[in-house]
C-alpha cells in the first residue's frame, strides 16, 4: 500500500486511474457530509461554484443545493456546512449537491479516481479500516482557497500513521511532512482543530460556528466511512 499526500488541492492526483483518494476538509465539508450520510443521505454531488451547485440541483429534482462562501450559507441554498443542518429527518434519502469553498475543490480533483473517500479526524478510524485493502492511496487535503491548511494536513498525517499499521508506505516530503504534525490523542487532536487558523475565524462568526467547530474537533466519533 502505497500513500500520497496532496497538501493542497494542485496538481495531478497521484497513483492513477485506480487510486483510492481520501478527501480532507475537516472544517467542515467532510466532517459535515460524513454525519449527513450517517444520518442516511442518499448521494453527495459536488459542484465547484455556486453557478454550477443551482444547474445541477435543477437537472436532479429533489435535492438539496447545500454549501458555503466565506462559511455562510449561500442565498438560495437550501442548508450551509454545519454538520447540525444534516439531521435524518432533514437528509434522508436525498441527494446532496454540496458546493463549499474548499471541500467541493477537493472532491473535483479526486474526481477521476477509482474511489473517493471522506475523512476527517470525526471518523478517521473508519476511514483506515476501509481504505487499508487498496495498493494506492492519495489524500487529498482541501486546505484553504488552494493554500496549506494546518487541521487538513494533520489529519492526513493521522491517517498515514494508522495505515502504516496495515502496512503502508508513505511516499514523497508531503506525506512526512503530515506524519510528523499529526496530533496522537483526542486531546490533541481537540487542540489542533480549534487552535488552527479556520477554526479562529468560525468561532467569529458565532456560537453556532462554534459548536461546528467542536463537533469537528472530535475524535473517532463517527464508526462509518463513506465513497462518493
Do not use: W
Not at 32 to 43: D, E, S, V, Y
Not at 191 to 213: I, M, N, P, Q, T
Request: charge should be positive.
Amino acid at each position: 500500500m502505497r500513500i500520497h499526500v496532496l497538501l493542497a488541492p494542485a496538481g495531478p492526483l497521484p497513483g492513477g486511474s485506480g487510486v483510492t483518494a481520501v478527501v480532507v476538509d475537516v472544517l467542515r465539508a467532510t466532517s459535515t457530509l460524513t454525519a449527513a450520510l450517517a444520518n442516511g443521505a442518499a448521494r453527495v454531488i459536488e459542484a465547484a461554484t455556486v453557478d454550477e451547485g443551482f444547474a445541477v440541483r435543477d437537472r436532479n429534482p429533489g435535492s438539496l443545493l447545500c454549501g458555503e462562501r466565506d462559511g455562510r450559507i449561500v442565498a438560495g441554498f437550501d442548508l450551509g456546512n454545519s454538520p447540525f443542518e444534516y439531521p435524518r429527518e432533514r437528509v434522508a434519502g436525498r441527494t446532496l449537491v454540496f458546493a463549499s469553498t474548499n471541500g467541493s475543490q477537493a472532491l473535483r480533483l479526486a474526481a477521476g479516481a477509482k474511489r473517493r473517500v471522506l475523512a476527517a479526524f470525526v471518523n478517521l478510524a473508519a476511514v483506515a479500516e476501509r481504505v487499508r485493502g487498496a495498493r494506492e492511496i492519495a489524500i487529498v487535503c482541501a486546505g484553504k482557497l488552494g493554500r496549506f491548511a494546518l487541521e487538513d494536513a494533520a489529519c492526513a498525517g493521522l491517517l498515514v500513521r494508522r495505515l502504516r499499521a496495515h502496512g503502508g508506505e508513505p511516499h514523497g516530503a508531503a506525506a512526512a511532512l503530515a506524519e510528523r504534525i499529526a496530533p496522537s490523542d483526542p486531546g490533541s487532536v481537540r487542540a489542533l482543530v480549534e487552535g488552527a487558523a479556520h477554526a479562529l475565524y468560525l468561532r467569529s462568526l458565532g456560537a453556532e460556528f462554534a459548536r461546528d467547530v467542536a463537533f469537528c474537533a472530535r475524535l473517532d466519533a463517527i464508526d462509518q466511512a463513506f465513497e462518493v
